[in-house]
C-alpha cells in the first residue's frame, strides 16, 4: 500500500478511532500496514529508515499527542499501534492535523429532551436524554454512541453502517434497531426491531453474534475496576398489542418501567427528570415495578408508584430522598 492511498480524511477518521479503541481488525492492519512504509527522514539528517534515531523521533512524537493509555487488555497496547499515531506528527502537523479533525467532527446531543436527526446518507436517528452521538467527517457510514439511540438505517448494501459503543460494534446494511450504551450503567443493550445486525463485543472479538427481530442482547460487565469482566445473554421482546416494543417507547416520550428494580428506575428517572434519586434504605432498591409513564412529571410519578409499594419521598429542589 501506498502511503499516499490514505487521504487525509480517511487517515484522521482512523487515527480518532484507534484514540477510542474503536478500530476494525481491518482498519487496524491499514493503519500498521501504512506506518511500517512510513518515511520520517526528512524531519531529521540522521533518522534513517530503520535507525534508532527514527525510532526515537516517532516515540517522541507519540508522547506529544497521546491520551493516557486506557486500562484494557494488553492487545490494546500494541507497541505500533502507539508509535501510528504518531504519523501527522513526523509529518510536521499532527496537532494541526488533530485539532483540525476535532473541529470537523459532528456531535449531535440529546440532554433534557429527545432528539430526532436524519444523517448525511439518509439513516434517521432518535437520541434518547443525556446521549452523545459522534459523526466522522469523510465517513457517512460510522458513528459513536454514548447513551441509546434508535436508529432507522439507510440501505446501502456497498457499504455496512457501524456504531461504535464503549463496549460492543453493531454493523448493519439496512435495519431499524436499538442500542442502550449510557457510560455508568453496568450493562449494555441491543434491540433489533427489523432486519438484521452484527454485534462484535470489544472482549471478544472473534465472535460474531446475529439477532433476529425483536431480539436483543444484554452484555453485563462486572463493577470490579481492576479486573472487569463481560459475559452476555440474549432475550426476545415481546410487542405489546400494538406492536410497539417497550424498550423504543421512550422514542414517543414515554418513560417505561418494565419489570425493574426501584434501583434500576431511578437511575431512568434521573436521566428523564434531570434529578438525583437518593434511596437511603437499602432495603426499597429491590422493589420491582411495572408502569408506562407520558406527560407525568416526576411528583405525579412517583405518587403513582406509591400505589404498588410502599415508601415515602422528600423533594429538595433536583435532589430527591427516598425512604421507607
Known amino acids: 500500500m501506498e502511503n499516499n492511498a490514505l487521504n487525509n480524511d480517511r487517515l484522521l477518521l482512523l487515527l480518532e478511532k484507534y484514540s477510542k479503541n ?25 533518522a534513517l529508515p530503520g535507525s534508532p534515531e527514527a525510532a526515537a523521533l516517532k516515540a517522541a512524537g507519540w508522547q506529544a499527542i497521546a491520551p493516557a493509555p486506557p486500562v484494557r487488555k494488553p492487545i490494546y497496547l500494541r507497541p505500533w499501534f502507539k508509535a501510528a499515531a504518531v504519523v501527522a506528527l513526523i509529518a510536521g502537523s ?38 452523545k452521538l459522534t459523526c466522522y467527517p469523510g465517513d457517512d457510514r460510522t458513528v459513536s454512541l454514548e447513551g441509546e439511540a434508535f436508529f432507522d438505517v439507510a ?32 450493562s449494555d443493550e441491543t434491540l433489533l426491531v427489523s432486519g438484521a445486525v452484527e454485534i462484535t463485543l470489544r472482549e471478544q472479538t472473534s465472535s460474531k453474534i446475529r439477532l433476529r427481530p425483536n431480539e436483543k442482547i ?21 410487542a405489546n ?29 434521573e436521566r428523564w427528570y434531570g434529578v438525583n ?20 412529571t416526576v411528583d405525579q410519578t412517583l405518587t403513582a408508584l406509591q400505589l404498588s ?16
Open 218 to 238: 444484554i452484555l453485563y460487565t462486572s463493577s470490579s475496576k481492576q479486573h472487569p469482566t463481560s459475559f452476555y445473554e440474549l432475550k426476545n421482546s415481546v
Open 241 to 269: 398489542h400494538d406492536s410497539t416494543l417497550n424498550e423504543t417507547l421512550w422514542k414517543e416520550n414515554k418513560l417505561v418501567f418494565s419489570h425493574e428494580t426501584f434501583e434500576q428506575i431511578a437511575v431512568k428517572m
Open 22 to 46: 474503536q478500530c476494525s481488525e481491518a482498519e487496524l492492519a491499514q493503519i500498521k500496514e501504512w506506518y511500517e512504509q512510513l518515511d520520517v527522514s526528512g524531519e531529521k539528517s540522521d
Open 94 to 131: 499532527a496537532w494541526g492535523a488533530i485539532y483540525h479533525y476535532q473541529h470537523r467532527s459532528t456531535f449531535l446531543s440529546a440532554d433534557a429532551s429527545i432528539v430526532q436527526h436524519r444523517l448525511p446518507d439518509g439513516t434517521s436517528v432518535w437520541l434518547n436524554k443525556k446521549s
Open 309 to 324: 409499594a410502599p415508601f415515602h419521598y422528600q423533594i429538595n429542589q433536583r435532589d430527591i430522598f427516598i425512604t421507607k
Open 155 to 186: 440501505k446501502n448494501p456497498g457499504q455496512p453502517f457501524v456504531i461504535h459503543t464503549a463496549r460492543m460494534d453493531i454493523t448493519v446494511l439496512g435495519t431499524s434497531f436499538n442500542v442502550k450504551a449510557y457510560k455508568n450503567d453496568v
Open 277 to 296: 434519586i437518593h434511596i437511603q434504605d437499602p432495603s426499597l432498591k429491590k422493589l420491582l415495578f411495572t408502569a408506562i409513564f407520558e406527560n407525568e
